[in-house]
């Protein structure tokens, strides 16, 4: 008997060990694609966590290739540098990568909590078709022309509050500023509520964003515990109800919750037909979605709204961190594009803002340099639905494909000497010689970033009516080389501190 009973617990320790040990590591050998050593139970996490995503995934690149497999948990994803096979996963071949990676683990539990539905970076494919072709129209060019006075409104403000700055000799924390201008932009021209969070209302709302943002380890815990989907539901709901970010979340939801039912209470109709008004006018009549339709339940509306509220917040707030910073550091290129600025008024004016910030190429420029050294959006991904062949690269159905988009932007083969700050990279002269795929700040291909026009016209437009009067200086609290805090979205790990002077313009 004991005899049995001892075979039966080597069986069961078998068993243990080969599912959850074993073979889920066995994934990407079975494809004949590399990937680094693994520990039982913990894939390459703690890689990640000794030098951080962005190094481990370097140093792999180096030592497997292009394309390579690794673990976070017993979660595959495959990391693809390559940007050929790149452009047939996000443009050629869509139709198979139209999903990104599946929300699962402590954050669906947290957003449950919160009564957030699926937000639309995680949209399956029929959800994610249906809500883009309701959303997009509030993108367009003409629309938005038609909100770039609420943005002047916003510009002016900021002008005032860095009058306070430029008076400080040691300058002050601009990336927490530039939040706040960010969350006041999106407020006002998405959903219609004028809201003046830079002088200091409503501040718990980017206090909220800003919580949802920070990585943490509540998203590497949540891929830990896919190879025991029970330990989700579990550890799920008793942390959910304790933690700040279920909070956050929370707060953010109560927010859009209000401002929709402000918006139904109105008994007029709304004539500036932004992004909210889109969502609402698509309302299922009782949430019945049929097949087909353009149309949103309830929850959709608020879940959708959430998101664009602290999309819009976050990766606009870094990208002008991260370019004031850029400029401060090199005071040659920022002189550069104070004179151009200062040389189009002189010839235009009166021309708008809107106008001015869409018309001087080295902005452009800048903008486009800031991003490929701090990429606001660190990666993406996208799911494969069926096994295909690449390159000659077998991608599994189910594989999460990981797109490195920080990696990318410096890597040495595309990008000559990637660490320096040159603009002139992105002039018509020199654009041509780097890959369409080695520099993809919002993406690529259909499922990009819908808000690419919207966040550019934000921040032309804060930096034409900044650079006009002032000029960004390193401070003695300013940290170089500046420290990134990266999980899907990159930012500043301790604020950016800059002096503000006058330009003298
Ligand atoms: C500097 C600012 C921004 C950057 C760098 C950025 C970057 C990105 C990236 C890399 C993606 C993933 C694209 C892909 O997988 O191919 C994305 C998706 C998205 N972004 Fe942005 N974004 C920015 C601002 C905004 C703004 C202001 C909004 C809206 C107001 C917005 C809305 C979205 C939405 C809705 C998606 C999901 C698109 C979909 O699944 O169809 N983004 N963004």
Redesign the pocket.
């Known amino acids: 008997m004991l005899y049995l009973g001892g075979i039966c617990f080597l069986i069961t320790l078998f068993l243990f060990w080969y599912k959850f040990m074993y073979s889920p590591y066995q994934f990407f050998k079975k494809f004949g694609l590399h990937s680094p050593p693994t520990v039982p139970f913990f894939g390459n996490i703690f890689d990640i966590f000794k030098v951080g995503s962005i190094c481990a995934l370097k140093k792999w690149s180096k030592e497997y290739g292009k394309v390579f497999g690794y673990y976070i948990g017993a979660q595959p994803y495959l990391a693809v540098l390559d940007p050929d096979i790149l452009k047939e996963i996000?443009i050629k071949k869509f139709d198979n990568f139209t999903e990104?990676k599946k929300e699962f683990g402590f954050l669906t539990e947290i957003r449950k909590k919160a009564k957030i539905s699926s937000i639309?970076?995680s949209?399956n494919k029929q959800d994610?078709k249906r809500t883009?072709a309701i959303?997009n129209p509030a993108f367009s060019a003409k629309k938005l022309k038609m909100v770039s006075p609420l943005i002047e409104r916003s510009c002016d403000t900021l002008v005032e509050i860095f009058s306070d700055i430029s008076r400080k000799n040691n300058g002050a924390e601009l990336w927490r500023i530039f939040g706040q201008f960010s969350m006041e932009v999106?407020l006002a021209t998405?959903f219609g509520c004028q809201v003046n969070i830079l002088k200091g209302e409503k501040n718990f709302l980017t206090e909220a964003a800003t919580g949802i943002f920070t990585p943490n380890l509540y998203n590497l815990l949540s891929d830990l515990c896919t190879q025991i989907p029970f330990s989700i539901k579990f550890f799920g709901l008793f942390f959910a109800k304790r933690l700040k970010l279920t909070q956050y979340h929370s707060t953010a939801r109560n927010f859009i919750f209000h401002v929709i039912n402000q918006r139904h209470l109105q008994s007029y109709k709304n004539t500036n037909v932004d992004l909210l008004q889109l969502l609402m006018e698509a309302k299922a009549e009782d949430d019945q979605i049929c097949p087909g339709s353009k149309q949103l339940t309830d929850e959709e509306i608020t879940s959708v709204s959430l998101?664009?509220l602290l999309?819009?917040y976050d990766?606009?707030a870094?990208?002008l961190g991260f370019t004031a910073y850029l400029l401060a550091m090199n005071p040659d290129k920022q002189n550069k594009l104070s004179q151009e600025i200062n040389k189009y008024y002189q010839c235009n004016k009166d021309s708008s803002l809107y106008d001015a910030a869409h018309s001087i190429e080295y902005l452009d420029w800048v903008i486009k340099e800031s991003?490929r050294i701090y990429?606001?959006?660190s990666m993406?991904?996208?799911e494969c639905e069926n096994t295909c062949t690449i390159n000659g690269v077998t991608i599994p159905a189910g594989c999460t494909v990981m797109?490195p988009?920080q990696v990318l932007h410096q890597s040495v083969e595309h990008w000559e000497q990637p660490d320096i700050f040159r603009p002139e990279r992105f002039s018509p002269h020199e654009k041509e010689s780097h890959h369409l795929m080695c520099f993809?700040?919002?993406?690529?291909?259909p499922?990009?970033?819908?808000?690419?026009k919207?966040?550019l016209m934000?921040?032309k437009m804060c930096l034409t009516s900044l650079l006009r009067k002032y000029k960004f200086e390193k401070a003695p609290d300013t940290q170089v080389p500046l420290k990134t805090r990266i999980g899907l979205t990159q930012s500043p790990a301790n604020g950016i501190f800059l002096r503000v002077l006058s330009n003298g313009f």
């Open positions: 996000m990104r639309m970076l949209m994610w883009r959303v999106i998405a998101f664009f999309v819009g990766t606009s870094s990208l991003q990429a606001p959006a993406t991904f996208r797109i988009i993809m700040p919002f993406g690529a291909g499922r990009n970033c819908i808000g690419i919207f966040a934000e921040a």
